[in-house]
């Protein structure tokens, strides 16, 4: 986002040609030429100051499933991010039209007014892969004697749970054959076809699957083989082992087709070790060059930052949290005199 700026000079005021209001250089900030000419300053020599706008402008610069959306608001002058889905009601009877769709809004999560903007765009991310998730763990049925549940989905009541977990926990001994198992699941409203099973050693086993949706709104799983490990031969193994490869395909999808400015920052296509050499140039001490009044207002920057994450009004429980481990005093404890450390 700041390659366009390749005239940048490092000044002892922010620069008026900077190309975004809510970033800002440093004072003294260190420019970096990277190996393809263009100039740049890290994002670590930048302040911020998000506003609805900034955010909205961001999020206008990504990119993913039409189905998917995700919208930003203001609460209480607090900007938060929310995922707007479109998508047939994963509960409804088959009376009703099946071309039906419900718009519903995922979890909020809350933006920083300092929040780099990486890390904006990475909450986007992480946002829109809790909310296909949500999903997936409704796809996934299992037919008993008497009706049919959504095992694995996000509703049930976990107080209820926890206060008779007799009613919940696997014993162990939860074998069955595998085909009567798989014959009780479906996805997307489909059936589960067991394709193959292959037994590694005595405890570990690896299955393949067929899913036969044609019309799953979530269109990787559309008659897609999943294959995944158990480490146990136990039913509940078996379900829990299929329910953790559909998501991980959930979140592959998102890695690849999540995009920043045409960018899949996630996508296996990004070369790690380039990643590493990028990462080398912009924080290298040699490379950054810093002068002494660089060197300065960089550490107060990061004073700034780190100090302002701690939370106010919960002294007690951090320093029970410090004392459960034995620790005294934190090494970074010059960052929170004001908070909860004596």
């Known amino acids: 986002m700041n390659s366009k700026i390749k005239d940048l000079k490092p000044s002892t005021a922010n620069n008026a040609k900077w190309p975004h209001s809510f970033e800002q250089p440093i004072s003294y900030a260190p420019l970096v030429q990277l190996s393809n000419g263009n100039w740049v300053v890290p994002q670590h020599f930048l302040r911020y100051k998000h506003t609805l706008q900034s955010v909205n402008d961001v999020l206008s610069q990504i990119s993913f499933s039409a189905h998917f959306r995700v919208i930003a608001a203001v609460k209480d ?4 991010l929310q995922v707007a889905i479109l998508n047939p009601d994963n509960y409804q009877s088959s009376e009703l039209n099946q071309n039906a769709k419900k718009l519903l809004f995922g979890r909020r999560w809350y933006v920083e007014e300092n929040l780099p903007t990486s890390e904006l765009i990475q909450t986007a991310y992480l946002a829109l892969k809790v909310a296909r998730e949500h999903e997936v763990r409704e796809l996934i049925k299992f037919k008993h004697q008497n009706g049919s549940s959504t095992p694995f989905n996000n509703h049930h009541d976990l107080p209820l749970m926890a206060q008779n977990a007799e009613l919940v926990m696997s014993d162990g001994k939860d074998i069955s054959d595998v085909n009567e198992v798989i014959d009780n699941c479906i996805f997307a409203g489909a059936p589960i076809k067991l394709i193959n099973v292959n037994k590694i050693d005595n405890s570990t086993v690896l299955y393949q699957v067929q899913l036969t949706c044609h019309d799953c709104q979530l269109y990787e799983f559309n008659n897609a083989r999943v294959s995944f490990l158990v480490n146990n031969i136990s039913t509940n193994q078996f379900l829990h082992g299929l329910i953790d490869a559909l998501i ?18 996630f996508s296996k296509h990004i070369s ?31 004073f700034e930052i780190d100090s302002g994450r701690a939370p106010q009004g919960c002294n007690s429980e951090i320093s029970g ?4 481990h034995g620790v005294e005093r934190p090494q970074n404890a010059h960052l929170y005199t004001n908070q909860f450390i004596d």
Not at 77 to 80: F, H, I, T
Not at 249 to 261: A, Q, R
Not at 321 to 324: D, E, G, I, R
């Open 248 to 265: 991980k395909i959930s979140n592959e999808f998102v890695s690849e087709n999540f995009k920043y400015n045409d960018l899949a920052r």
């Open 272 to 302: 790690v070790a380039k990643i590493g050499e990028l990462s080398i140039k912009l924080r290298s001490h040699n490379a950054l060059n810093l002068c002494s009044l660089g060197k300065q207002h960089a550490n107060q920057l990061n």
């Open 321 to 324: 949290f410090l004392a459960a």
């Open 77 to 80: 002058q607090q900007v938060y």
